[in-house]
């Protein structure tokens, strides 16, 4: 199947609002930048619909859905919404499209889910909320679209599912949903003492469930270790009819929430690869917070998804692109370096390899070898 994107203009004209960290463009940036590519021929480009309230309800309740439309009818929630669906929070606020933007990156991971039926490889970069509740929103996400991704491959025939996430954050709400799940393989990487605070190195499902906390100025070279002492050992072991990779961009260096220090190489060469473990392949976006590190790099995996060449220095039409994008608010917007105009591809940041991290990757691959196999 001819790789798709799926993306909306929802994304272009909304904003958590002026303070918040999601103020700033990111899948808006990855169409144009795309396009100027000439990487996205109108082929291959999707609209994302917007999932029907109960469409949600195969994991959110039926009460947090309408109440998360009724914030966005009337602009306010009151205390007893705030308290027990977490909404008209500091993290999870108040804006005019709360309710369609969300439910737009969740009818596109239900989509996917029909879309992958048969195989393909599939580009949402508006997904990857991988912190939504059940019946709350959570950690800037009010709807959970990688939990519905993973119930939407279901539904439509695939069994074996594994889950990668290598966002800075932990996936609570994925892990929430199926670290009990047989059929689901798990493997989270994510900053230590980072928020929300879960996902320890010892935390784990019925065995399936993979977590591994890192630690602060975390490099390419160590992260080429995890990936090929934990992630591909684990993924090639599980052997999945589908892979679904959460491939958050704020654990690069110049993300202002994390304090990881990846290029966008360490994203690029696990994305490169996971895709041929697999016949079905969703990729997610996630976390990410500098407009230009995140632009790249989403757009940089596109290219390797949809088995584009990254060349060395960007065309104009796509440097106009980079140039345009401001950080208000931000010290690292004031003085951007060149090459986040001029490059999609970082220059790898590898050094040496700490023996904690290593040490970390020994304690779970002892446990890849007891995983089932398929069958």
């Given at each position: ?46 609209s ?18 309408a ?17 027990r ?11 005019p ?122 490099n ?18 599980f ?57 790249r790099?989403?757009?940089g ?75």
């Amino acid at each position: 199947m001819t790789p798709l994107l799926l993306g909306s203009e929802i994304y272009r004209g909304s904003s958590y609002g002026s303070w918040h960290p999601l103020r700033v463009p990111r899948v808006s940036t990855v169409l144009d930048l795309t396009r100027a590519m000439g990487w996205l021929p109108p082929e291959r480009f999707r609209s994302s619909p917007r999932a029907k309230p109960a469409a949600l309800t195969i994991w959110h309740t039926p009460d947090y859905v309408a109440a998360l439309q009724a914030a966005e009818a009337e602009g306010t929630v009151d205390d007893a919404t705030r308290a027990r669906h977490g909404l008209g929070t500091n993290a999870n606020p108040v804006f005019p499209e709360m309710y369609r933007r969300p439910a737009t990156g969740a009818g596109a991971s239900l989509l996917a889910g029909e879309l992958l039926r048969d195989g393909g490889r599939i580009h949402s970069p508006g997904g990857g909320t991988h912190h939504g509740m059940p019946d709350r929103a959570n950690g800037f996400c009010y709807l959970n679209d990688a939990v519905l991704a993973l119930l939407s491959l279901r539904r439509n025939g695939v069994q074996r599912i594994a889950y990668v996430d290598i966002d800075a954050h932990h996936m609570d709400g994925v892990e929430h949903a199926f670290a009990d799940d047989p059929d689901m393989l798990l493997v989270s990487t994510h900053e230590e003492r980072r928020w929300p605070f879960t996902g320890a190195l010892g935390d784990r499902g019925i065995g399936q469930t993979f977590n591994l906390p890192l630690p602060r100025g975390l490099n390419d070279s160590e992260f080429a270790r995890v990936r090929d002492g934990l992630i591909l050992p684990a993924v090639e072991r599980f052997a999945p009819d589908a892979i679904v990779l959460q491939c958050g961009a704020d654990a690069v260096e110049e993300d202002p929430l994390s304090r990881l220090t990846l290029s966008n190489n360490a994203h690029f060469d696990t994305l490169a690869a996971l895709l041929p473990l697999a016949p079905r392949f969703l990729l997610l976006g996630g976390g990410g917070y500098n407009p230009w590190s995140v632009g790249r790099l989403w757009s940089g995996a596109w290219a390797v998804l949809a088995g584009r060449e990254i060349p060395e220095r960007l065309p104009p039409a796509a440097e106009a692109v980079l140039r345009g994008l401001t950080f208000e608010g931000n010290s690292r917007g004031k003085n951007p370096p060149g090459h986040w105009f001029t490059t999609i591809r970082d220059t790898p940041r590898e050094g040496a390899v700490r023996s904690d991290v290593t040490d970390r990757i020994a304690h779970l691959a002892a446990r890849i070898g007891a995983m089932p196999r398929a069958g």
